[in-house]
């Protein structure tokens, strides 16, 4: 077990940038989610901790050790892959005990690594079987296997739930959180899935573009996005970003439609500068007594069992997303009075599509 | 269930329709195999009999004989031959030499090409590929030219290594390479496997069923050549079978021993048949398997 810090990363492929220098000291047990969307970097970053990818600029620091010149099996890391890559000409046994056996691990000892790994991943029955007369569940577990026997100072994961269908990977998602809370090895965690992030995250990376929008724990990330981009990112269905201007007192901002919401920190000092406004969906409620709203027109009603999901258009053609909880209350056509919880409001740079800190 | 009710009333016309391969298969076969029966029947005759141009369609009584005249002997009744027993041994030894090392030169540099970034690694792979341009027939008397400065005529260093070159095997290679995943390897990386180990522990096993199938089709190539050995080869004791049988029919109709060339041609063609056996098993394993 160990510390992971990243200092200043860069990458470049040749004139492009891939990651821009991220800066992030993971703590020792701590589980870290990279998240981000298709392109952005996080493999590439993940890959860079684990050696199999050369480090342009910065420093990555192992339990205290400069890995940047090390071969992958020196820096004490294990690796997850998300097409497992197991051994396909080994069994079960023999995949999860070929890094021990490299290292000269003696084969007492190596048993009863395996023979511990096999019961905490329940693979027991398999250990004889070829990775090819496995579920692809079970395929992932004898990777994580071969992970955990290698009792390695960080776990890196590079999206290992991705090729699994929708209820495995919820239950594997489970066994993952079950697993850490059991092993407390630091790890590191790549997925563009925001669910396995605000699950198993102790904190949450969100990367963009190669840099790093936000570091924090999942409800950080979700109560305080740090960005435009985060506030889009985290959050399903998507927060909804509306073009506004804080009131010249202040004391609340003006929607388009000219509703006035107020403000739960007055800001006097940024009196009439425009904002983007964001409110998430599940914060938008119907509002009885019709005040200090703008009547929004239902297109689209999505009943989800239990929740509602409506499609809703501002007076001024913007569109407007609400979630309720329960069945459906309006149809499509209705005009809702809607307003949003109070302090449910985000305010971002019109520019820089950063948080204005309240 | 729907299938059985469609087929029923089609039947006799599905059995007519089956059967029109089946016959199809059944006379190649025969085509076939009927040379092959011919030389065995031959094998089991005296001369005499052959000789006089009817042979029979049944055994005969002179198979031992003819077949441990032709092993072991080197004189029929009308000429003088190199004993099969020698011609098979330098057989096997030229085409187990050329396909073992054939695989083994190919492999590795399959290996290097497609596993490692090293300086001119395109160029190297383009010279490699050019080769296919150059098999021996063509650069045969340049070959030849070196093998005798050398001194390895009549050796069979100069009848196998000549041949060993070749970029057939090392392309194939590379493109089964080329379909293991990236991940694979990086995960052998972080076992701590290095490049020999690599080779050895996972590469190699999942090589096994294609280096079984060019074995096969190697061993046979190596059996089968003829235009090298004769020129390579002087002395008698170096003769390859094929070389043998070619000189034992080329000395003219009538003092040929048919039966001794009968029993020789039947010994020339079981190792390639032993090996296609043999090496059938990993071929079929390796279907069924169906791992990657
Ligand atoms: N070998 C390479 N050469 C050039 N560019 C590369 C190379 N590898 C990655 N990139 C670029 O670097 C960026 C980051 O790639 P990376 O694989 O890290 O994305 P990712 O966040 O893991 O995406 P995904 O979720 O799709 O896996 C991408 O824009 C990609 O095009
Ligand atoms: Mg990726």
Redesign the pocket.
Known sequence: MATVEIKNVR?S??P?E??KGIDIAIQDGEFLVLL????????????MVAGLESITGGQVVIGGRVVNDLEPKDRDIAMVFQNYALYPHMSVFDNMAYGLKIRGVDKAEIESRVAKAAEILELGRFLTRRPSQLSGGQRQRVAMGRAIVREPAAFLF??PLSNLDAKLRTQMRIEIKRLQDRLGITSLY?T?DQVEAMTLADRVLV?NH?VAEQIGTPLEVYQRPASLFVAGFIGSPPMNVLDAVIDPSGQGVMMPGGALLPLARPRPSDANRPVKLGIRPEHLAINEDGLDTSPVLVELVEALGADTVVYGRLPDGEPLLIRMSGLPSCKEGDRLAVAPQPGALHLFDTATGRRLED | MSNAHMTEPRTTGRRLIDLVPHIVLIVGVLIFAFPIYVTLIGSTWDAATIGRGSLPMTPGAEAWTNYSQAWSESHGERASYTPVRLMLMNSLIMALSIAVGKIAISILSAYAVAFFRFPLRMVFFWMIFITLMLPVEVRIIPTYKVVADLGMIDSYAGLAIPLIASATATLLFRQFFLTIPDELVEAAKIDGAGPLRFFFDILLPLSKTNIAALFVILFIYGWNQYLWPLLVTNSADMETIVIGITKMIGTGEAANDWNLIMATTVMAMLPPVAVVVFMQRWFIKGLVDSEK
């Open positions: 990458k492929y040749g492009v891939a990651i981000g969307p298709s392109g952005c970097g996080k493999s590439t970053l993940l890959r590079d999206e790549v563009h990367m190669g």
